[in-house]
């Protein structure tokens, strides 16, 4: 079974902190995402990297910053907090840069105070 | 440009079928998928159907696939209690480069 993995299931932290969300895919696979849930928005991706050392932005960029030095970890960095970053955050990864299906970890929910 | 839409509420009462709708703008779509996050979870990849098929069955679950009015479904035949989550849909465009589309979700309650 894959195994998509987040290193916090809760996080709160205060305006203008910065804030590190880790993931780890245990599967060597190739792609790996960062989502924000919100109510009634569903999932906006963030980031994404195909390779190590790669990202590509999503639809929603602004405000965050990715590191993947290995294949296996993925990274959403929030330079500096703020109040409208508090979300649920969903890491996931799939096979290949082909069509693939993406599995996703438990979430980290973020609250900004 | 691409977009999915799904109504965000649907009650039903247990032992009867669920039908969950969407509808996407993206005439590539090549896959599209249906994903289920219960309460406090991640998403959980439920089922999936290329852009060329019409209808998958995977035991209680039938996708159906207009792709002429861009209409996705998700029937869930004897609702159970377990059931109760919400239910994405989300679509991948030829240009997406395994980027998925998400709806905002159909939260789906089961009551007896």
């Known amino acids: 079974d894959v195994k998509v993995t987040q290193s916090s299931r809760y996080l709160v932290k205060r305006t203008g902190e910065k804030v590190f969300l880790e993931c780890v895919q245990d599967?060597?696979?190739?792609?790996m995402f960062w989502y924000r849930q919100d109510p009634g928005l569903g999932l906006r991706l963030i980031y994404f990297?195909?390779?190590?050392?790669?990202?590509e932005k999503g639809d929603i960029p602004e405000g965050y910053s990715v590191s993947r030095e290995k294949k296996e970890r993925f990274s959403l960095i929030l330079e500096s907090a703020s109040t409208n970053q508090t979300s649920m955050y969903l890491c996931?990864?799939?096979?290949?840069?082909?069509?693939?299906?993406?599995?996703f970890g438990p979430g980290t929910r973020l609250t900004v105070l | 440009g691409e977009d999915v839409e799904q109504s965000l509420f649907l009650s039903v009462r247990e032992g009867d079928s669920s039908v969950i709708n969407c509808t996407y703008t993206?005439?590539?779509?090549?896959?599209l998928y249906w994903y289920k996050q219960e309460p406090g979870a991640g998403l959980q990849l439920l089922t999936y159907?290329?852009?060329?098929?019409d209808m998958k069955q995977d035991q209680r679950l039938t996708v159906l696939l207009n792709k002429k009015d861009k209409h996705l479904s998700l029937r869930i035949a004897d609702t159970q209690t377990g059931d109760s989550a919400i239910y994405f849909c989300?679509?991948?465009?030829?240009?997406?480069?395994?980027?998925?589309?998400f709806g905002a979700g159909t939260r789906l309650a089961v009551h007896p």
């Open positions: 996931a990864s799939s096979r290949n840069r082909g069509i693939d299906t993406q599995y």
């Open positions: 159907i290329f852009s060329n098929m």
């Open positions: 990297s195909y390779d190590v050392k790669m990202k």
């Open positions: 993206d005439s590539s779509s090549t896959y």
């Open positions: 989300a679509e991948t465009p030829l240009s997406g480069y395994n980027k998925l589309i």
């Open positions: 599967m060597d696979h190739e792609n």
